[in-house]
């Protein structure tokens, strides 16, 4: 459907869980809380949402958390997921860690895309950033992915590690990601970091910086046409390269004006904007005293009311403005 602006929603983000079994800095800090089981979805009323959804004309789905993998039944989730009438692609974002156990299954379900999320290849800078060392694991998953044939992306913040290595060499957490496009069919995005949750005391490095860098570091770089997805990233080719360059600038490259998405957070509270808490509580509908047909028929109208409420554009710009005050691990990044 569209929205007040004129724009097509077809794109939701679920948010199955906020836990992960990482503690990236910017995302999961030490010390947070969990929010209790039973407040989150179960896995059948995450697919009636979904099946409202569909109807109101959502097509793609991108299962996100927390860490989607570290919640029993994921694979399962796609799987039915995929069954609906309308969905055309269900596509995951995992830290990796998890993922080498999983990808047969994930295979198995039909998902139709892997995002990896993966700010370095410096194996001491993942451990720093991550509180885990687990580099080695995640680098296996993806190859083992792109060898079974998975469409995979890499996603990585775009953040200036410099000061966090031993030796403090300029660029090279970034620049080392790239290599991973040289070797294997996968696109590397970068993605600017959100004033969000602990995301706000990690100052985003400028795409036009970035851009710059890449373009005197390999003067082989052209503007990539070719369409990758359903978002907003800006691609780069490299001679040589068997994967795109992508940026998908959300702080000095707004691109409200396409924003196709609404997200359900692992509570069931539908978010129309990042930034705002605007949005409707499904889990209420899920959860009434009604028959299910009338259950469904309310959900359906919740969310098409709320979709006709989604904001024109974020507020990053004006941080003052900002209503969202949880973390991206509850809201689903
Ligand atoms: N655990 C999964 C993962 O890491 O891909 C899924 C959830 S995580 C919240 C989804 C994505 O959000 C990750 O790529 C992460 O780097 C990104 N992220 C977290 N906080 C962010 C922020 N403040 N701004 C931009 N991206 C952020
Ligand atoms: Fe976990 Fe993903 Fe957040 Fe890292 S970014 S702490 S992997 S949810």
Redesign the pocket.
Known sequence: MKDPWGRIIDYMRI?ITDR?N?R?K???PEGIDWIPMDEILTLEEIAQVASCGALLGIRHIKI?????LVRLGCCHLIRTLKQIPGIEKVTI????ILLGQYLESLKQAGIDGI???L?TTDRCLFKKITGTDGLEMVLESLKQAVAMGLPVKV???SVDWDSWREDGQAGVAWKSLLELARTDPVDVRF??????????D?P?VSHERLLTELKASYPGVKRDMKVHGFGPAVYYTIDGFRGSIGFIS?IHGKFCDSCNRVRLTSQGYLKTCLCYEDGVDLRKILRADLPDREKRIRMEQAMEEAILQKPIAHCFDDPGQITEHK???C???
């Open positions: 948010s992960c990482l990236c910017y995302c999961m996100t958390g927390g860490e989607p974002t995992t830290n990796g995002n990896i999320s700010d996603n990585a913040v993605i600017e970091m959100m004033p969000i949750g602990a995301g706000k990690f985003t959300a973390g991206m691990s809201i689903g990044g």
